[in-house]
């Protein structure tokens, strides 16, 4: 997992894997605990996607140009295109979900 930048952004989207990208902020007990299920989705899924944390906070600019409006959010990309997006909370089986959906497929939170 790594942190991600208006620098390093497009070298993660430009990947061969789908990318899971959870926008934060450092405060706030729903950022928190989906920092926690963001975490535990990466131990199972990083051989399968690359992951990323974004924040928001310091990254206002890069959150906007994916249309973040709530935090957090959690992003599923498939190169730059989003296939999946969760505004609040969500879980790990609905980023899992997201992951292995065909290319074609778009997963509504």
Known sequence: MQRVSPENVSDLLTQDARTVLLFGAPHG?????QA???AEAWVEHRAEAAFGYVDAAEHVALARSFGVR???TTLVLDRSEIVARFEGRCSG?????ALFA???ARVAA
């Open 93 to 97: 089986a609905a980023i899992a979900s």
């Open 36 to 38: 926690v299920v963001f």
């Open 102 to 104: 065909p290319p074609d």
């Open 70 to 72: 709530v935090l957090p």
């Open 29 to 33: 007990e729903s950022v928190m605990a």
